[in-house]
């Protein structure tokens, strides 16, 4: 009997036990602990929110991650886009997944790197002027080239070969396909500065407001609404006017400053080439062949000076911080120093691209020759860069 009594009551404590413990575990589950005189909530965890889910680099360009609250971050191909410290680098073409980590929250952002560049230029972006320019600029970057480059091509409409002739002619459909760009790269606009200035063409610049497509300023408009609405997901970068012999330097000073506006109003990117080459009028004879095209030195001024801006983390606007060489072209022997001042490069990374030719010596501020060749000494910040060739004879 008292067996049996003893037996009973240890069934009841252990039914009671179970009891509670699947009690607590409900509530567990259920985010709320049960305590004497009430309920304790539970700490709710935040989730991981981020400045964007999907990105588009070039090979070496990089992107910062920007989240709510710390995170861990993992890529899931580091021979693609590897990651530190929320920082993004393009490492090879293709498409990664980073996922950022903060205790049991997770966030994904999806990366691909390289794709497909349209490039839309005129003559200094042509196979027959600047030879490999583009083709090593692509593969550098690990794009996918396809062009439309032609010889005294405008942006207005001039005898079917403006940007705006091949929109409404439907040429971009013909040209791209059912492949939609990544990068749309166009550098067109200094042969309108130039036709637009000649008397008694009907080329036309327009005002600066101007909507009319066929007006250069309004057809700027024209294309960037083009290729927005056609390919949405596509960044557009712009390259402005060099400094060519037959036109005036106010003119095409005017023209790249209303450039940068319409494409600011637009959130369109633009490169600095008539600033960051260096290629002043004082220079034409050295980096171009005919005062208006680049020789072979101009041309790897022009690389490297897209290259970095590609690269670079929504920066291309070179305009919102310029930075620029006293000189944009020195020439010397080696033994020889010339000062080289740099005018707004505060915490720019300075480097020679062939220090055999020649170096920078940035305490003294002194472009230093070294040895027979060509070099170009490239100043860097995140918004910015601007390039000095540096010919040793």
């Not at 909507?211 to 949405?232: D, L």
Request: contains cysteine.
């Amino acid at each position: 009997m008292k067996r049996g009594v003893i037996f009973l009551l240890i069934t009841i404590v252990c039914c009671a036990t179970m009891f509670v413990a699947s009690a607590c575990d409900d509530a567990s589950q259920n985010g709320v602990l049960d305590v004497p005189g009430g309920s304790i909530p539970p700490e709710i965890e935040e989730e991981i929110t981020l400045n964007t889910e999907k990105v588009s680099l070039a090979v070496g360009g990089v992107c910062a991650i920007e989240a709510n609250r710390e995170c861990t971050f993992a890529s899931s191909d580091p021979d693609v886009v590897s990651v530190e410290n929320g920082v993004l680098t393009g490492v090879s073409a293709g498409s990664a997944v980073v996922t950022a980590c903060a205790g049991t929250k997770r966030a994904e952002i999806s990366v691909k790197v390289g794709g497909v560049m349209l490039a839309v230029g005129d003559s200094i972006f042509t196979s027959d002027f600047s030879p490999m320019l583009l083709d090593t600029i692509a593969s550098d970057l690990g794009y996918t080239l396809v062009r439309d480059t032609i010889s005294g091509s405008t942006i207005a409409p001039a005898s079917s070969v403006g940007i705006v002739d091949h929109i409404n002619s439907g040429y971009y459909d013909e040209l791209i396909g059912s492949v939609a760009p990544d990068l749309i790269l166009i550098g067109r606009g200094t042969n309108d500065v130039y036709w637009s200035g000649v008397a008694g063409n009907p080329l036309k610049l327009g005002d600066p407001d101007s909507v009319n497509s066929s007006e250069t300023y309004g057809a700027i408009r024209y294309s960037i609404e083009y290729f927005r609405e056609k390919y949405p997901e596509a960044k557009i970068v712009w390259t402005n006017s060099i400094t060519r012999s037959d036109a005036s330097l106010d003119r095409i000073r005017e023209f790249n400053d209303n450039l940068n506006e319409i494409c600011t109003s637009y959130g369109v990117e633009v490169i600095d080439l008539h600033e960051a080459t260096g290629i002043t009028t004082s220079a034409l004879g050295k980096m171009t062949i005919d005062g208006i095209h680049p020789n072979q030195t101009g041309r790897e001024t022009y690389r490297i000076v897209i290259e970095a801006a590609l690269r670079m983390d929504d920066a291309a606007d070179l305009f919102s911080e310029p930075m620029s060489w006293s000189k944009g072209y020195r020439e010397g022997v080696a033994g020889i120093e010339y000062p080289l001042s740099l005018e707004g490069g505060e915490g720019c990374r300075i480097y020679s691209t062939d220090e055999n030719v020649a170096v920078y010596d940035e305490e003294r501020g002194k472009l230093v020759f070294v040895g027979k060749g060509v070099a170009y000494i490239v100043a860097e910040s995140a918004t910015s860069i601007a390039v000095t060739t540096a010919v040793c004879i």
